[in-house]
């Protein structure tokens, strides 16, 4: 699929380095968009998209750690500056970094996976809201099914995070609508990337496959195709919403 009017724009994209952020640059650079490949500590994995966006446009490697206000703010401003604006930023990175239920969790555990996934995407946005203002841009943010049906078990946290970003989503839509900047979410279900390579058995990734109605976990490249409709004109009138990307795992009416 071509979205026409996502050739040259500028898309910075968080998390970049492997999984779904990776996927989504690539995707993106088939577009024609100059891309910004955000890494934390998998350099290897970022060159390697890198490598991939440069086979059908360009871009730039971005180091950071992503729950720090300085750095985010430093490598949004690098983009920009190299880029000459943003376009469209997806937040993407994030992590469960642990499995740890509410009855043993440390509060350090759960302090970093709200830093990770939650403050994150509060620095990203606001060091890119001057440019997307600029661009009358979009944002698209990467959420969970975990934040609709609690996550499984020691996910809780997380999916108390990820709620937090479906939430932050509607009101960051409304509070920037009126300079024209749209957010969305796009929440993957059961997907295929190193983060259940670490996080799941491969018993339980078998076993989740099983029982999803499309018969299959989800590709980085699935949930990818989302994130560049609800980043394209295509979706130009829909903002504070979400796709869930589940193959059917977790419906809501
Ligand atoms: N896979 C799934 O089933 C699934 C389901 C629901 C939601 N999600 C969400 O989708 C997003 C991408 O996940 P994925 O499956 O693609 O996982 P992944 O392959 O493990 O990729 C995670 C990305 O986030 C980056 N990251 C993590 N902590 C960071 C930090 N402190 N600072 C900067 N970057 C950091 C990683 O960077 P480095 O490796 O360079 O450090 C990596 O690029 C995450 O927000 C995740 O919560 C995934």
Redesign the pocket.
């Known amino acids: 699929m071509i979205y026409e009017d996502l050739k040259s724009r500028k898309v910075l994209i968080?998390?970049?380095?492997?999984?779904?952020?990776?996927?989504t640059a690539v995707m993106f650079s088939d577009q024609g968009c100059f891309v910004g490949v955000?890494?934390?500590?998998?350099?290897e994995?970022?060159e390697q998209t890198l490598e991939q966006v440069k086979k059908s446009s360009d871009g730039l490697l971005l180091?950071?750690?992503?729950?720090?206000e300085k750095q985010v703010h430093k490598m949004v401003e690098q983009f920009a500056k190299e880029a000459g604006g943003i376009d469209v930023l997806v937040?993407?990175?994030?992590?469960?970094?642990d499995r740890q239920p509410f009855e043993t969790a440390t509060v350090r555990y759960h302090d970093d996976v709200y830093?990770?996934?939650v403050r994150?995407i509060l620095l990203a946005t606001r060091a890119a809201l001057p440019y997307l203002k600029e661009s009358r841009g979009n944002i698209v943010n990467?959420?969970?099914?975990?934040g609709h049906h609690g996550g499984g078990v020691g996910s809780g946290i997380?999916a108390g995070a990820?709620a937090a970003?479906a939430t932050e989503t509607i009101a960051m839509a409304m509070e920037f609508a009126p300079y024209g900047i749209r957010v969305n979410s796009v929440?993957?279900?059961?997907?295929?990337?190193?983060?259940?390579?670490?996080f799941s058995s491969a018993q339980r990734r078998k076993e989740v496959a099983e029982r999803t109605p499309l018969g299959r976990?989800?590709t980085?490249e699935d949930?990818a195709k989302a994130v560049l409709f609800l980043a394209s004109d295509a979706a130009g009138f829909i903002t504070g919403e979400y796709i869930a990307v589940n193959g059917g795992l977790y419906m809501r009416a």
């Not at 955000?38 to 350099?43: E, I, M």
């Not at 929440?187 to 670490?198: A, S, V």
Request: charged share 15%.
């Open positions: 968080t998390g970049a380095s492997s999984g779904i952020g990776s996927a955000h890494y934390f500590r998998t350099k994995g970022a180091q950071a750690d992503i729950r720090d937040n993407n990175a994030g992590s469960l970094i830093a990770t996934n994150s990467i959420g969970s099914v975990a997380y990820k970003v929440l993957p279900g059961f997907i295929e990337t190193r983060f259940h390579e670490r976990n989800g980085a949930v």
